[in-house]
């Protein structure tokens, strides 16, 4: 089937710690994201790709980075210089057809910093 | 800034009730409008998506929004809810970029 896999689904780390965050998709999509959900915050966008090799910053960026260096992969690093990275992280993708941009999700991996 | 807000954080309705979810966004050009649905366990998923032409759209399970580009509006409506329509709805707004900018969410419980 063709879709969007994150993983891990589940991850804790320690403070001070570098995780990253899987995002591989089979849909062909050039654009990726990746999106933050905190409870009552709705999704706010970390980063995001239009093409492979080329990414930008979303509106809450500080403390992660990416890389897009195959089309089907958008991995997201949560440094330790994030101030408060316990929370959902959502992966998705879109085509790049005209104006639309409807995104396709993956099922989200939580992280929890102990 | 450009924003999505969504009237309603809870709302608790019975099977077979009506429900409209308001959702306004702040831009002033051509947007494109869409409301995304998470049921419990599932990942996110679209429900329904304006772009143009007719403005009132509808979508997966017999749900329907109406875009009123006067009231910045693009409310959300389904004439009969069941229990399977309990999830968190989010609306969202796109003016043709990469960003799409998402609304707080609205969790829907509905009583069987």
């Known amino acids: 089937d063709g879709g969007i896999t994150q993983s891990p689904k589940y991850l804790f780390r320690k403070e001070g710690q570098n995780v990253t965050l899987s995002c591989e998709q089979n849909?062909?999509?050039?654009?990726m994201y990746w999106y933050r959900q905190d409870p009552g915050q709705g999704l706010r966008l970390i980063y995001y790709?239009?093409?492979?090799?080329?990414?930008q910053k979303g509106d809450i960026a500080e403390g992660y980075s990416v890389s897009r260096e195959k089309k089907e992969s958008f991995p997201l690093t949560v440094t330790s210089a994030q101030k408060n990275p316990t929370a959902f992280y959502l992966c998705?993708?879109?085509?790049?057809?005209?104006?639309?941009?409807?995104?396709?999700f993956g099922e989200g991996s939580r992280l929890t910093v102990l | 800034a450009q924003s999505v807000s969504q009237h309603n954080h809870h709302v608790i309705l019975s099977e077979a009730a009506s429900l409209e979810l308001g959702c306004n966004y702040s831009y002033g050009g051509t947007v494109n409008l869409f409301w995304y649905v998470q049921y419990p366990g599932q990942h996110l998923q679209l429900l329904l998506k304006y772009f143009s032409g007719d403005p009132l759209v509808k979508g997966i399970k017999g749900f329907e929004a109406e875009f009123i580009k006067s009231k910045f509006s693009f409310n959300l409506r389904e004439p009969s809810v069941q229990w399977s329509d309990t999830a968190e709805y989010f609306c969202a707004a796109n003016t043709g970029g990469f960003k799409t900018i998402f609304g707080a969410g609205t969790r829907l419980f509905v009583k069987a």
């Open positions: 849909l062909n999509h050039d654009a």
């Open positions: 998705a993708s879109s085509p790049n057809i005209g104006m639309d941009r409807e995104l396709f």
């Open positions: 790709s239009q093409i492979v090799n080329d990414f």
